[in-house]
């Protein structure tokens, strides 16, 4: 990926080192790579690979679809030791389990495949300029309980199956810091009460009483506040009026300082550590004042109701798969999404890289944030979807662009949820899960059907049928005409909430829909619903969004979908990136309709 920032955008230190780029590369088909120790020879890697994209994809430079569960990443790395200095090790993601090895030795090992990590590898770093580094990426494509989403288990896509994607596809990077470092900024807004919480924590819990953190906020490069706090056991946490100044009070709960998609205005924070005076470390972060909440069956942003326009985004990409090739396609698949006229995305069976996240913040985008789900319910599945949404939840905790998580969809991983009450323990279980550790955002508890508790009413619909087929069209509008047919006459097999359970005045919001089958390329492909030519396109969508807008019950709706992914054709544009249409067209029809009262 060419950065153009740091890879970690809430927790910025300006002295790092990319380590993206060309590594020797092997596949380990029969398993040997361990114990014949290729992470002290290098006689074994026999192909090189462009770093942060797996084998599997065009830009990586190998490009194979042949399932390869092991495989060995190995560099040598330019670095001179300062013995009064720590280095960190960080990898973006690496699917699924990670092995690291410097100079030969195991340094961590870490399980999951969509979320970051790092390992302190001072100790292991000799005494020359030239270190060697190793990796090991281990993903079995056949385990089940994995959470892989839409990676498909077999090598050829099909249906609304993808490319699978083994190793490392974020980008690994360098740092050198202090002994006494911040390992966490997290950052709260006190919406209503115009504040902050930051939460710091330390390297270290003891030996720390002559450390202070001084903190800068400033809005619009105008400094707002700033302030010193002492720690305690390595950790502290306090609030801080950001809207102390008279210009903000002024205009309190005003979208001039708040976030929004409209107005994404963003506070910067610079903290620094101070040793005795002497300042060790420095970070930057940033936060937007934004609250979300539910009331009334509808969803409110900031306190005022607001109607989410969202659409489905799969994050692939021709050449990259799940790894963007830049910055610049995040930005670009933002700004089309917007120029269409929606408001947001829900992230689907995918873990975005936090640059996305970025952008999103920066540009002013609303994101459900999402998790590959596993394919079976086991004790298995559920620890590693557990392990996963703690580490989510963890790095993306400060994106004001994230305002729902979404932890099962269409009850996959849980099959029996409609009537099994062991699945539904786990669908609560995550629900409460998650707020124990977010107060910030909404949660799902199964999006498409068979909800248990959760914040939000998440159906799918794709009823609508061809233009011709007038019968499946009529139910389509008629499902989603009240509350009541939303909730009693569904789409689908399952009902909309699991046995047990029932609908709680939650907002309802059409989660997926749409699915217009528009092959532009030429080469077979597979969708929801079939046209054949860009008008047919234009009245088809015209017509679903119609029934949408109609609707007395709906609060919000999720389009599927924004792109093409390899033989699915349901995009509003290409797989790369080129309109089916004249996109003004689809915004003069996604704003056309004034957002109904929900009766």
Avoid at 559 to 573: C, H, K, M, R, S
Wanted: charged share 20%; proline share 4%; with cysteine.
């Amino acid at each position: 990926m060419t950065e153009k920032g740091y890879p970690r955008p809430q927790l910025v230190r300006s002295q790092w080192e990319n380590l993206n780029g060309s590594w020797q590369f092997a596949f380990d088909d029969e398993n040997v790579g361990q114990k014949e120790r290729w992470y002290q020879d290098n006689q074994a890697f026999d192909l090189t690979i462009e770093v942060p994209f797996v084998y599997q994809a065009a830009l990586s430079g190998i490009h194979q679809r042949k399932s390869h569960p092991v495989v060995w990443y190995q560099r040598e790395l330019s670095l001179v030791k300062n013995p009064k200095k720590r280095y960190l090790l960080h990898f973006g993601a690496v699917d699924y389990e990670a092995d690291v090895y410097v100079n030969g030795q195991h340094v961590c090992n870490h399980i999951g495949g969509h979320t970051s990590f790092e390992c302190d590898i001072t100790d292991y770093l000799n005494d020359t300029a030239n270190q060697q580094l190793t990796v090991r990426a281990y993903d079995p494509l056949h385990e089940e309980s994995i959470p892989r989403g839409k990676q498909f288990w077999e090598e050829e896509s099909t249906g609304i199956w993808y490319t699978n994607s083994t190793g490392i596809w974020q980008t690994v990077w360098l740092e050198e810091v202090h002994p006494l470092y911040l390992t966490r900024l997290q950052l709260t807004p006190h919406f209503d009460e115009g504040k902050v919480q930051i939460q710091t924590t330390l390297s270290q819990t003891t030996g720390t009483e002559d450390v202070k953190l001084a903190y800068q906020i400033y809005f619009k490069d105008m400094l707002i506040t700033s302030g010193t706090q002492n720690f305690h056991q390595g950790k502290n946490d306090f609030c801080v009026d950001v809207i102390q100044e008279h210009i903000f009070r002024t205009n309190f709960h005003h979208d001039g300082w708040s976030w929004t998609p409209e107005n994404p205005n963003l506070f910067d924070v610079q903290c620094q550590l101070y040793q005795n005076e002497q300042q060790i470390d420095e970070v930057r972060s940033y936060f937007g004042m934004r609250k979300v909440h539910t009331a009334n069956g509808m969803v409110y942003l900031n306190n005022k109701p607001y109607y989410q326009k969202l659409v489905l985004d799969q994050g692939y990409w021709p050449e990259g798969l799940l790894t963007a090739p830049s910055d610049d396609d995040f930005v670009k698949d933002i700004q089309l999404a917007k120029e269409m006229g929606f408001n947001g995305c829900r992230k689907h069976q995918k873990t975005e890289d936090p640059r996305f996240l970025y952008w999103a913040d920066q540009l002013g985008y609303l994101v459900w944030g999402e998790c590959a789900a596993p394919a079976i319910y086991n004790s298995d599945a559920i620890t590693r979807s557990m392990k996963e949404w703690m580490e989510i939840i963890e790095r993306d905790y400060n994106h004001p662009c994230i305002v729902t998580w979404v932890p099962i969809n269409e009850s996959w991983g849980v099959p029996r949820i409609s009537f099994n009450r062991q699945e539904q323990h786990f669908s609560q279980a995550m629900y409460h899960f998650i707020h124990s550790l977010d107060t910030t955002r909404l949660v799902i508890s199964n999006d498409g059907w068979a909800a248990t508790e959760t914040d939000i009413c998440a159906i799918h619909n794709y009823m609508h049928g061809q233009k011709e087929e007038v019968s499946k069209y009529q139910y389509f509008k008629e499902t989603l005409h009240t509350r009541e047919n939303l909730i009693h006459h569904h789409s689908t097999a399952w009902p909309i909430f699991a046995e047990g359970f029932s609908y709680q005045n939650q907002p309802i919001l059409l989660t997926e829909f749409g699915g217009i089958g528009f092959d532009v390329s030429g080469q077979p492909g597979w969708g929801y619903t079939s046209v054949n030519n860009e008008d047919e396109f234009i009245e088809d969508y015209q017509r679903i969004m119609t029934a949408v807008y109609q609707s007395r019950g709906l609060w919000g709706y999720c389009y599927t979908q924004i792109t093409d992914v390899e033989q699915e054709i349901n995009g509003l544009l290409t797989y790369d990136r080129q309109p089916k249409c004249d996109l003004s067209k689809i915004k003069a029809i996604n704003d056309q309709y004034h957002i109904p009262v929900v009766e």
